[in-house]
């Protein structure tokens, strides 16, 4: 019986392109939570569901005002027959 060496398979992984910090804040989860009126807990549900990306340095999150304004903008709705 021959030795059959079985090689692992390699995966390629693709990593996100990285967007520049540059002229951009990065705003707390406090800072997020108050612009949006909301609580805190409820941004850490939007990060962890993947709705609001956000930045991780140490324990905590910075979240880019760019980012906020994206996704307050893509969840506005207009109200039919206003002028």
Known sequence: ????????????????????FVGDRLLTVGEVAATMRVSN???YRLIKAGQ??????GKNYR?????VNRYLSDRSVRVEGEQ
């Not at 019986?1 to 520049?20: D, G, I, S, Y």
């Not at 979240?63 to 980012?67: A, L």
């Open 52 to 57: 609001l990306a956000a930045i991780r340095v």
């Open 1 to 20: 019986m021959a030795n059959v060496v079985l090689e692992p398979k390699v995966e390629e992984l693709t990593v996100p392109k990285r967007r520049p």
């Open 41 to 43: 807990m409820t941004v």
């Open 63 to 67: 979240i880019r005002e760019s980012d």
